[in-house]
């Protein structure tokens, strides 16, 4: 992708924070103009998270601008947003290869850049890591300031309270920067969220500061007690009063987009000693007017024309696992009035928008809280309401205490919807739903499900809810195979496999949605095909008629192989005695970076053609 760098004469000078920091402060207005533009000209040839890195141009530049990066320390929080923080980091000419195979990474990512100083993906460590820097600096007697900046969404996360309230107790130098623009991914949620939009947004406050201080500009005695009297009310109305009884000094709220206020203000801040949290209110899309209009919409974007008013329309194709779910919870809503649906702020990517509109008293975006959204789902589940909590696979690891002491130790009949199983692809390491399986099949008390096409989903997220107990049905991101569901809901037998195919010698047993990519290997081998549907409890009547039939097992999943469903049957084997040979193919023991999904299944020997290659020189050999 080539762009003239001819538009750009100031960033083309910036390449790097220390050449930022060569420029004259006057300039730095044009400087963020220009890279927002260039952010605009890249991400719509490219694809990626958009809207987040608009809202954030004036604020990196300042911060690199003012900082000493990379000995100083920069953390961003998730880092959707850190898209103009990579721009000014060296990474300028890899930007149109971000999120694809082999390109740069979506989220800031400490083998790529010593610039990227803490690699995230999951929202609400920034203000932990910087803290950990703050006190390794000041043992270290080297002067390193840290930053952390953390979104208004991000910042609901418990995690986040505890950071602060540890930070305030101990007191390191460091600066927190609030990022406060409505907005996470979805919208906002939840009374804090609702108590700065009300008061920072508000007339009254503002007009009430604002006129004061006109009316007694001109005499000096009433003019410094207005101020003194301001202060109090401050304290009385704006978050300033909760930070500052956290222990922090609290400055704000300022504009976020005035790139010269920034500078001026965080210079400042830079020299103050102990906790400090700086407001800034900025806009999510900033600079560009459909994001501006639709930030959610615009958070994450596949390629499309800037100079057009909406987002290209996607292309019809097969239909999407979420899709199904989303289908599925608003059937069963009509049929039970105790559904109830929690998500943690994921309300588009799980599709529970229509249940949201439909059944807006049954729904429960937590906010960026997994471990609340597990343990509210346990308190519905002991008055015998029935929780379905929607979340994807990565996300759940958040709140595994959580599943493990308050939901499955207690035996309560709630129902996991696990979304983006297996491979997600183009988010990387942090978001690959690689470990879910190995995690939950060692708990007691639950049970696992893996639908290999949509109707096997739906008819799974049915038995799971009408199962006396816990339950989890993972499903992958993206297509399904192209079947239809039936729009009746079966109850299916617990732990009950199916034959797909009878052969000879060698049975291949699938979990999940690999089933279709094990066809080709099963019928070149005349091998039996095996559509497992449960982790746990597995088909162990199926598995005992294997053994007695069969010399080569391949287990095929979308999950790590270590302590995965494959290992699920490998245990079960050795006590039964089986005395052939196993093969267990799926996620390997190491982290999975990012590139399409096809791509990934590729290159682990996943797809139909590896999977067939694996078998033919695993039955071949032995």
């Known amino acids: 992708m080539h762009i003239d760098m001819t538009d750009y004469p100031l960033l083309t000078k910036a390449n790097l924070p220390e050449q930022l920091r060569q420029l004259p402060q006057e300039l730095l207005p044009q400087l963020s103009q220009e890279l927002r533009h260039f952010l605009l000209k890249t991400v719509s040839q490219s694809s990626g998270h958009f809207a987040s890195g608009l809202g954030a141009v004036e604020l990196t530049v300042a911060l690199h601008y003012v900082y000493n990066t990379p ?21 300028r000419h890899k930007m149109h290869t971000i999120r694809q195979k082999e390109g740069l990474h979506p989220f800031p990512y400490r083998e790529e850049s010593e610039y990227d100083i803490l690699s995230v993906g999951h929202s609400s460590t920034s203000i932990s890591a910087a803290m950990g820097m703050a006190v390794a600096a000041a043992q270290a007697k080297n002067q390193r300031k840290v930053v952390a900046v953390i979104g208004d969404g991000a910042i609901t996360a418990g995690m986040a ?13 460091m600066l927190v920067i609030l990022n ?20 920072l947004s508000g007339s ?23 101020s003194k009297a ?14 500052e009884e956290l222990g922090f000094n609290y400055i704000g709220p300022i504009d976020g987009h005035d790139v010269l206020g920034l500078v001026d203000t965080i210079r400042n801040m830079r020299q103050l000693k102990g906790p400090q949290l700086l407001h800034i209110v900025t806009k999510k899309g900033k600079g560009y007017a459909p994001a501006e209009a639709d930030p959610i919409g615009y958070h994450a974007v596949a390629k499309f024309d800037p100079s057009a008013s909406t987002q290209p329309a996607k292309k019809p194709g097969l239909p999407v696992f979420s899709n199904i779910f989303g289908q599925w919870i608003c059937d069963m809503a009509e049929q039970d009035e105790r559904l109830q649906a929690i998500t943690p702020a994921m309300r588009e990517g799980s599709d529970l928008v229509a249940f949201s509109k439909r059944f807006p008293n049954r729904y429960f975006d937590v906010a960026i809280a997994e471990q609340h959204a597990v343990t509210l789902a346990a308190g519905m589940a002991i008055e015998g309401l029935k929780p379905v909590v929607a979340i994807y696979s990565s996300f759940l690891q958040r ?12 035996q309560l009949d709630v129902l996991f919807a696990i979304d983006r199983a297996g491979i997600v692809g183009a988010d990387g390491p942090t978001h690959q739903g690689a470990f879910d399986i190995s995690f939950m099949r060692c708990i007691p008390n639950i049970t696992i499900m893996v639908p290999s096409d949509e109707n096997e989903c739906r008819q799974m997220l049915y038995t799971g809810y009408q199962h006396a107990g816990v339950a989890a049905v993972r499903y992958p991101r993206g297509s399904g195979t192209g079947i239809s569901a039936n729009s009746t809901m079966e109850l299916l037998p617990i ?40 982790v746990k409890p597995l088909d162990e009547h199926l598995l005992l008629q294997l053994i007695d039939s069969h010399s080569h097992i391949i287990t095929v999943e979308d999950n790590a192989i270590m302590g995965g469903a494959g290992s699920a049957v490998n245990e079960f084997l050795l006590q039964q005695g089986f005395r052939g040979k196993v093969l267990n193919l799926g996620l390997p023991d190491h982290f999975i970076k990012h590139g399409a999904q096809q791509e ?18 695993f039955f071949q050999k032995n």
């Not at 406050?205 to 007690?225: A, F, N, Q, W």
């Not at 709140?399 to 207690?410: N, R, S, T």
């Not at 049975?507 to 099963?522: E, K, N, S, V, W």
């Open 161 to 173: 309270f505890e950071a602060l309230n540890h930070a305030g107790e101990v007191k390191p130098d």
């Open 399 to 410: 709140g595994y205490d959580q599943l493990i002491h308050d939901v499955a130790l207690q």
């Open 180 to 199: 406060d623009n409505e907005m996470s991914i979805s919208e906002n949620v939840g009374a804090l969220n609702q108590y700065f939009a009300r008061i």
């Open 230 to 243: 301001e202060e109090h009310f401050k304290g009385m109305v704006t978050p300033g009063t909760f930070f």
């Open 600 to 617: 990934i299944y590729q290159e682990l020997g996943l797809d139909s053609a590896g999977i067939s290659k694996h078998a033919e020189r």
């Open 71 to 91: 000995f100083d320390r920069l953390i961003w929080d998730v880092g959707h947003q850190a898209y103009p923080h990579k721009i000014l980091t060296g990474r």
């Open 495 to 534: 732990g009950k496999a199916r034959l797909v195919r009878a052969g000879q010698q060698l049975a291949i047993l699938a979990f999940g949605p690999l089933l279709t990519a094990c066809q080709q290997a099963a019928a070149a081998l005349d091998s039996t095909l095996i559509d497992m549907r449960f």
């Open 204 to 226: 009254f406050y503002t007009s009430l500061r604002e006129g004061g201080k006109k009316i007694l500009r001109g005499v000096p005695p009433l003019h410094d007690l207005a």
